[in-house]
């Protein structure tokens, strides 16, 4: 089946740093990437929706200036956290859409756990 | 637009008894309906999905839903549970994006 990557697993970085997260979809194309955030005990919330080769769309109340996503190629998105402050701690999760496959499935990467100190 | 809603934040089972975990959508069109698992500090797992074809979709690990367009709704159940079971169920609902519920919480009691 389709694996989608992620790394690194975890992170821990100081206060105002810059942190980047790579997300890999191993054995298929993916035009479309998503990223998420996942708060403990809730749900999973969309970031942005990743685009090869375009700008990503982020949604509303996500800092496009902190959140930095790159669509380089049709395997590999980066969300790099710029200047990291303990609130940006999370869980961060990407997923990747083949769309040759039914029903727009997304294929969910293994998560990021980041914590700012 | 297009949305779930999950009915019960946490769920406890004894070991063997039967699962339900509940799954309402909203949609327009017709959804393609998706059911997730997450343990601990790891990614979800597609448990199993639904893509108009047979109603009654069979999933991994003995689970399985029911399509029912006329309840709206997409429940996930499992005849007998198992303590593995113990985990964070999320409903999804796909359409250019995926919108999840807010999760079940299911507890296996032994």
């Known amino acids: 089946g389709a694996v989608v990557s992620q790394h690194p697993s975890w992170v821990i970085c100081k206060s105002g740093t810059s942190v980047k997260i790579e997300c890999r979809s191993l054995?298929?194309?993916?035009?479309?990437m998503f990223w998420y955030r996942q708060f403990p005990k809730q749900s999973l919330m969309l970031m942005a929706t990743?685009?090869?080769?375009?700008?990503?769309?982020?949604e509303q109340g996500v800092e496009k200036d902190k959140f930095l996503i790159n669509h380089a190629s049709l395997t590999l998105s980066t969300l790099t956290v710029t200047s990291a402050h303990p609130e940006d701690s999370s869980f961060y999760i990407c997923?990747?859409?083949?769309?040759?496959?039914?029903?727009?499935?997304?294929?969910f990467g293994p998560g990021t756990r980041l914590t700012v100190t | 637009a297009q949305s779930v809603t999950q009915l019960g934040s946490h769920v406890s089972v004894s070991e063997g008894a039967l699962v339900l975990l509940r799954c309402n959508y909203s949609s327009s069109v017709p959804p393609y309906l998706f059911w997730y698992v997450q343990y601990p500090n790891q990614g979800l797992q597609l448990l199993l999905k639904?893509?108009?074809?047979?109603?009654l979709v069979k999933g991994i690990n003995g689970f399985e839903a029911e399509f029912k367009k006329s309840e709206t709704s997409f429940h996930l159940t499992k005849p007998s549970a198992h303590m593995s079971d113990a985990a964070e169920y999320f409903c999804?609902?796909?359409?250019?994006?995926?919108?999840f519920g807010t999760g079940t919480s299911l507890t296996v009691i032994p």
């Open positions: 054995d298929f194309q993916a035009t479309t």
């Open positions: 997923s990747a859409r083949d769309s040759r496959t039914v029903g727009y499935e997304q294929y």
């Open positions: 639904y893509t108009s074809a047979a109603t």
């Open positions: 999804a609902i796909t359409g250019n994006q995926f919108y």
């Open positions: 990743s685009n090869e080769g375009s700008k990503a769309t982020y």
